[in-house]
């Protein structure tokens, strides 16, 4: 483990501009992983870290030593923790980052369920988005333009290491994709739709999710060959777009499973 002290150090600085510059991120195909859950998370998918950064006080702890020892030969930096502090998004930061490089993304298309995300652009809704279709065992995703970036700190941090368990693709152009889709397109729509409860959902769906103010395009809304709206109390407007997708995907699960 080297130590390094100066904020100046060219490594140091690679990792701030990932933190924190969502184009450079994307652009050089690497991500950083802060805290020893997502770190975890990515060691057991064989994600190994081409760079970890450990701060003084979190040296010698018994977690983090154990996700050194997992990791390998991998090129370690121990810092003081004024100098992590400046790297960390967090208020507590959590005494280690890493960096990856961003998993490639899978070969063609999916034919079975998926889910689209059009245009939602809150990092937080993008990382519970992740989340929850991992957790409905939905385990493609696809992203069209005007997402936030799927491997961005903060994306990162709400899927709790999700992405790992995911097939996840970027910048899809979801008009397209939709016209090949072998299985079922469903848009979510606020109002208007079919109630979602009298579906029959047992076969391959691909759902479509939208934009936190003006919802799935009507361009994707008119490729999709069913429009479904969850039914709600009167005088409710609409739900979040991750929490509209999580009743989606589990009435999916549920009708599976227990119907």
């Not at 998370?41 to 760079?51: C, E, G, K, M, T």
């Not at 992405?163 to 072998?182: C, M, N, T, W």
């Amino acid at each position: 483990m080297k130590t390094i002290t100066s904020r100046d150090n060219p490594a140091l600085k690679s990792l701030r501009t990932l933190l924190t510059d969502a184009r450079k991120q994307r652009a050089s195909g690497q991500a950083v992983l802060e805290g020893p859950h997502l770190l975890a998370a990515a060691l057991d998918h064989a994600v190994v870290p081409d760079l970890i950064v450990v701060s003084e006080g979190a040296r010698g702890v018994a977690e983090v030593m154990e996700l050194l020892a997992r990791a390998g030969k991998v090129e370690t930096l121990c810092v003081p923790d004024p100098v992590f502090r400046g790297l960390s998004e967090l208020a507590t930061p959590v005494g280690i980052l890493a960096r990856i490089a961003v998993p490639a993304e899978p070969e063609g298309l999916p034919s079975g369920d998926c889910l689209l995300l059009d245009a939602v652009q809150d990092a937080g809704n993008v990382g519970t988005l992740l989340r929850t279709a991992a957790a409905a065992g939905v385990r493609d995703v696809l992203l069209g333009s005007g997402c936030a970036g799927a491997w961005t700190p903060r994306v990162l941090r709400a899927a709790q290491g999700a992405h790992f368990g995911l097939r996840i693709r970027e910048q899809v152009d979801l008009a397209a994709f939709l016209k090949s889709y072998p299985g079922q397109p469903i848009a979510t729509v606020a109002r208007a739709g079919q109630p979602l409860y009298t579906l029959d959902l047992r076969q391959p769906a691909a759902w479509l999710v939208g934009n936190e103010g003006q919802g799935v395009a009507p361009a994707l809304i008119d490729a999709a060959t069913r429009r479904v709206t969850i039914p709600m109390a009167p005088g409710s407007e609409s739900l979040n777009v991750a929490a509209a997708t999580a009743i989606c995907l589990f009435e999916m699960r549920r009708q599976r499973e227990f119907r």
